[in-house]
């Protein structure tokens, strides 16, 4: 079956500070891969998404490379503001359907 | 665009009332909305998949008799949480698939509904 594992948190870091948070999945066929974050209060949203092998996903600083090879889709940032505070999910669409990872709680301090 | 609406935000019920919460796709048509059960500090646990038209599929372990979903319109499913009890309480999230364009494969996910049975 689908799985996605992901670095567990929570993890805070100081503004300016690189992040990144490791993702790793088990997938049948041919995945496409997302990252979801909830802010404080709201509902997930995209961030960002790759359909393929070697697409990268961007989106407000943040990336991600879809690497078959090693079947990761790590979340970077090079530097991270406040208003980034939020959870953060892995997740992946096989036949329509969501997996989504455990979560990852990140906290910016200023 | 591709906004999902939820409502109520939050309900508080009594032990053995049935509480209905209601999911929009306000700018898109959604052939297939998806229910999720997220409880604290966890992940998001598909509870089914709702297609319009048709019933329901619904994932292992989730009773399709405590949890009704009516997928009546392109744009509204709506849950049911019959005869609710305490352990039911939770936040419960609905998404959409928008089936066209780019972003066939992308669900976009509605605020959430806080339900808390006493």
């Known amino acids: 079956g689908n799985s996605v594992t992901q670095m567990e948190g929570p993890v805070t870091l100081s503004e300016e500070a690189f992040l990144t948070i490791n993702c790793t999945y088990t997938a049948t066929g041919y995945p496409s891969l997302f990252w979801y974050v909830q802010y404080p209060g709201e509902g997930l949203q995209l961030l960002l998404k790759a359909t393929k092998a070697d697409d990268k996903g961007s989106n407000k600083g943040f990336e991600a490379t879809y690497r078959k090879e090693t079947t990761s889709f790590h979340l970077e940032k090079g530097s991270v503001q406040v208003s980034d505070s939020a959870v953060y999910f892995c997740a992946l669409s096989t036949d329509y359907k969501l997996s989504f990872g455990a979560g990852t709680t990140v906290t910016v301090r200023a | 665009g591709a906004v999902v609406s939820q409502h109520p935000s939050r309900v508080i019920c009594k032990s053995g009332t049935s509480v209905k919460i209601e999911c929009r796709s306000l700018?898109?048509?959604?052939?297939?909305m998806f229910w999720y059960r997220q409880f604290p500090k966890q992940s998001l646990m598909l509870m089914a998949t709702s297609n319009e038209g048709s019933k329901a599929t619904y994932e292992q372990g989730v009773e399709k008799d405590k949890f009704l979903i009516n997928h009546a319109s392109l744009t509204l499913s709506t849950l049911t949480v019959t005869s609710a009890h305490p352990e039911d309480s939770s936040f419960y999230i609905c998404s959409a698939r928008d089936p066209d364009g780019r972003t066939w494969d992308t669900q976009y996910f509605g605020p959430g509904t806080r339900l808390t049975v006493l």
């Open positions: 700018d898109f048509q959604a052939t297939t």
